[in-house]
Each structure stands twice: as structure tokens, then as C-alpha cells.
């Protein structure tokens, strides 16, 4: 790998760190140009093909981690919770999915799995987010709304 600094096209990995999640690998790299020898780090992650979700009116459109991960987020605004809480939810949520099927899954099952994590998580992320998506039943349309929502949103802080 290239090193991102002067790019020099030897780089040492000198420590890599498999994390618990057991999905993916840190890396620190070295560069081995003595003038440089600048570090940095690379990840390593596996990547699964996560099943096509079933909206409730019957469409079918793909997974999309990063529209569910800003759904947990928002709700989690202002809330003592850590990045790597979230995307352990997150973790955990993917890996329901799949135990769930590999090829389909219901829009439905997504925002439950959410609002069950969200509850042990933390009582005011959960109602935040259950208030809201009860309404709609899509994990999307919670993020689109929560700006026209903000006055609803607000009581409940
Ligand atoms: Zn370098």
C-alpha cells in the first residue's frame, strides 16, 4: 500500500488488531521511506451482501447502513452515547437481518430490531425514535420528517 504522505510505494504493516466484532482488521502501517516515516492506519472489513428490504407497500429497494445508522443517530442526538455504541447497535442490528434471511427482509423488522436496541439503550433515544416511526414505518422517512417533526421532536427532549 502506498504511503499517503509522500507516496512512496513501500509501506510496513507493524501492528494489525483484529476488533471484536471479529469483522474487521486494524492495521498500523509504516512508511518505509526513512525521510517520511510517517505512520498511518488501514481497515480491513469483510463485506456481506445484506438482504434486499421489503417496504410496506411491497417495494424493494436496497440496504442502506448509512440511512439507518443517521435514523439511530438522530435519535440518539444530545444523548450521552458514544460512536461506538451506535455502530455496535448497528452490528448487532445487521447481524439479526441476516440470522433473520439473506435474500428479503421486511422494512417492518428493521425498525423493530431499532427500536428494541434503542430501548436498552438509552429511554429518551427510544421514545424519540418510536414516537416518530410509529407514524410512518420506515426507518427513511423518520429521518426525512424529523426536521418538519422538530416541534414534536422538542417536547419530548
Ligand atoms: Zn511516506
Do not use: W
Not at 436496541?117 to 410512518?136: E, G, H, Q, T, W
Amino acid at each position: 500500500m502506498k504511503c499517503p504522505f509522500c507516496n512512496n510505494n513501500d509501506t510496513k504493516v507493524v501492528d494489525s488488531r483484529l476488533l471484536k466484532n471479529g469483522m474487521s482488521i486494524r492495521r498500523r502501517r509504516r512508511c518505509e521511506n526513512k525521510e517520511c516515516d510517517r505512520r498511518f492506519t488501514t481497515y480491513e472489513h469483510i463485506e456481506i451482501q445484506m438482504p434486499v428490504v421489503v417496504k410496506v407497500d411491497g417495494r424493494r429497494e436496497t440496504f442502506n447502513r448509512d440511512k439507518i445508522f443517521n435514523g439511530i443517530q438522530k435519535a440518539c442526538q444530545k444523548r450521552p452515547i458514544s460512536t461506538e455504541q451506535l455502530e455496535r447497535v448497528l452490528e448487532n442490528i445487521e447481524k439479526n437481518i441476516l440470522e433473520e434471511s439473506t435474500k428479503e427482509v421486511n422494512s417492518v423488522l428493521i425498525g423493530n430490531l431499532v427500536m428494541m436496541y434503542l430501548r436498552n439503550l438509552d429511554p429518551v433515544a427510544y421514545i424519540r425514535f418510536a414516537s416518530v416511526y410509529r407514524k410512518f414505518q420506515d426507518v427513511e422517512e423518520f429521518v426525512n420528517d424529523i426536521k418538519g417533526d422538530e416541534e414534536n421532536f422538542n417536547t419530548l427532549r
